[in-house]
Structures are given as C-alpha cells and as structure tokens.
C-alpha cells in the first residue's frame, strides 16, 4: 500500500555521532521533540519520522522525484550510555538498522560497541554502516577511519556490511546511503493472519491544555505490530497494563482509529510504525505510561507473568566499559535485569545454569520462544552480558 511504511529500521550509535541529524536529512523531521531532550542535544526517548523514497533517472531520493519505491519507518535510538535500555527497547522493533560511526573520532567509540552487540543480541543482521561527518575530515583522516571501522566490525554480524560515506548535516551521499538501504535491508516476510500482537514502546496524551471535555480526545500508543491485523472498534487489551497496589491489572479498551504512515487507515498491519488512538483516559497513556505494553485482541494475548526460565548463551567479555572485563557466570541470588520485546524488567536469580530462572519485579507478557536481552549492574549501570531464549513462563 502505497505510503504505508513497510519495515522499521533503526539508527543506532554513539552519542553525538549524528543519529538524528541523519534522520533530519531524510524526513525533514527533528525526533528530538522531549524538552529534556531539546536541552541536552541528546535523544532520550526513542525518536520515530517516516520516510518515502522515489526513483528517477539519477536513482533513489527522498525529494519526491520520479516513481514511489518504498515507504519505512526510522527508529533513533539513543546513544548516551545511560539510556541502554531504551534502545533494546527500539531494538525489538527494528527489521535492520544503520549504524553512525563519525568519521572525526576514533572507532569504535563505547557505545559504538555497545550497539552492535545489541543488535546482535535481539537477532538483527541486515545493517549499514554510515561513515558520518566526512566533511569534517581530510582524505587520509576518512582512510583511516574507515580502516577502524573493518577491524571493528570483523567477526561480528556487521562483517559484510557495507559502509556508506555520508554527511548528514550537509546532506551529501544521501542517495548512495538509500541504495544500500533499499538492497541491504528488504521487506521481510509478514505474519497476517495470526491475532495481531502489537509492542508498544510510546504511549501519548495527545489533548492541547485546555481542551473542552467534550473534545478530549483518548490514549494514543505507539510502537509496531508485529503480527495480524488490527482494524478501528477492535476490542483490545493492554498487559501487564496498569500497576494496582501490588498486583497488575490489565487495561482493556476499544480501537478508536489508527495511523501508519502519517495517514488514518481502515486497518493497521505489520510493517512500520503506528499509533493507536483508543477510548482509554489520556491520563493513563500520558508521558510513556503505558510503554513496554503488549497490546492484543481482548482474550487473546497470553497470561502475564513474574517467573521465567531462559536459556542463556553470555558474552565472552563486557562491551561498553573501558577494560572489557570478562563476564563472569549468572549467580544464584543475584539482580539481572531482562529486555522482552519492548518492556523491561529486574529480576532476581533463583536457579542459575545454562537455564537460568528468575523472578521478576514487574510482570511480562512474554511467550515461549521470545528473545530476551541480559543485563547486569557494573558499577552504577546496567551493562549487557548476554541474552537468551525463553523456554517456559509461570
């Protein structure tokens, strides 16, 4: 369907490196919209813009010249060291993904390693890298950089990736980047028919202060639905939902519309990014309040739970620190911290092995056969050690 975003891919990287000026360049939209955000120059939360790209007789663009090619949806993760979990967060929706490496810095830079290693973790293998700032750099200094950058990459699932110089800022390359982009990641196969699934990784009260009650408009969440279709009445359920004293309740509500692709449409399917706006109290969705939701047809989605059995593989040494000491085995009795999809939770170990139990603070919805992303404090921070495959839930 013509301007509906077919796949979601992500841009991940080091702080600063130019994520979301990159993301400027190819959609015109600026995702550093939180006021924090707008402070710091830095992308907390997970910043989203659609692109459509053309082709004409030069090639591929995004000025709207020549035929319609193909419509995705960018993901901007954040770079900053602190803000990991939110882009395993982005990670679990992304069907590949650029990674920025500035060409004035020496690479790989901490995060750079982090990144990828998320990346591999959450299982995405179709990536670009975007040798970023070459404006910035003479001949010799791009040679180098790019040298770095296939040590760095050697042996890991961004091994044959291609790397595409580029400046973001003064847009230059743009359109060899959208030729990569267009060969290396595809549309993936999708899953139509089963009960939709939809992680929600945003969740918004999009009413102006002020509104008229009778205008207030409902919840609006956001992320990507990752099987079946969802169509506008769908009566929907939300879980683990909405924390009620020490138990979770789940938040059932109605479809009021849905957009894909910046436009409502009749029915919203796997693809891109999408937001759905339902009859919920907007006070609820306000500020994040419902992300790391699954959301389902009511009845439909699986029974949440606190216990988890996974089967993990860990890292050799940890990414991200300066030494990269070795990662030593899960221990009973000891605090991890788990990605699902979109949600996040701490757990404690109450059997460690090769399948490692926890039980979890906050609930999830979560099936057999979902990849989880391991995390383990180091210091201050939660760095990762490793990820897994869940084998059962209680």
């Avoid at 990459?153 to 595409?164: M, R």
């Avoid at 860990?314 to 990662?327: K, N, S, T």
């Avoid at 090769?354 to 383990?376: F, H, M, Q, T």
Wanted: hydrophobic share 35%.
């Amino acid at each position: 369907m013509k301007g509906v975003p077919e796949a979601n891919i992500g841009l991940v990287g080091h702080v600063d490196h130019g994520k979301t000026t990159l993301t400027n360049a190819l959609s015109g939209k600026w995702t550093d919209e939180h006021s924090e955000e707008l402070k710091k120059g830095i992308t907390i939360r997970l910043g989203y813009a659609d692109i459509t790209y053309y082709r004409d007789d030069e090639g591929l663009n995004v000025d709207g010249n020549g035929e319609e090619e193909r419509t995705v949806s960018l993901v901007d993760a954040p770079g900053h060291e602190t803000l990991m979990a939110n882009v395993l967060s982005g990670a679990a929706i992304m069907d590949g993904a650029i990674l920025i490496i500035a060409a004035d810095e020496e690479c790989p830079q901490p995060q750079t390693r982090e990144h990828l290693a998320a990346l591999d973790i959450i299982g995405i293998d179709n990536i670009i890298i975007v040798q970023n700032k070459i404006d910035l750099v003479d001949e010799d200094q791009a040679k180098q950089n790019y040298g770095e950058i296939q040590e760095f990459v050697s042996g890991t699932v961004a091994e044959d990736a291609p790397v595409v110089p580029i400046s973001a800022q003064h847009e230059v390359n743009i359109d060899a980047l959208l030729e990569a982009l267009h060969r290396e990641i595809p549309t993936p196969e999708r899953d139509f028919d089963s009960d939709p699934k939809m992680l929600v990784a945003r969740s918004f009260d999009i009413n102006k202060p002020g509104t008229d009650p009778e205008d207030i408009r409902g919840g609006v969440l956001g992320g990507s639905l990752v099987r079946g279709e969802l169509e506008g009445e769908d009566e929907i359920e939300i879980k683990p939902g909405l924390r009620n004293g020490d138990d979770w309740q789940t938040v059932t509500t109605k479809v009021e519309s849905i957009i894909q692709g910046n436009s409502p449409v009749d029915k919203g399917r796997p693809g891109g990014l999408m937001s759905v706006e339902t009859e919920l109290d907007p006070a609820t969705a306000k500020s994040d309040g419902l992300s790391g939701n699954v959301l389902g047809l009511k009845g439909e989605l699986p029974d949440i739970t606190s216990e988890i059995e996974v089967e993990v593989e860990l890292m050799d040494r940890l990414v991200g620190a300066e030494d990269e000491q070795e990662v030593d085995n899960v221990k009973e009795h000891e605090a991890l911290m788990i990605n699902v999809g979109t949600s996040k939770s701490a757990g404690i170990v109450t059997q460690a092995g090769k399948n490692v139990r926890l039980d979890l603070k906050v609930p999830v919805c979560a099936e057999e056969g979902d990849r989880v992303a391991i995390s383990r404090q180091v210091g201050s921070r939660w760095r990762l050690i490793g990820h897994g495959t869940i084998k059962s839930v209680e």
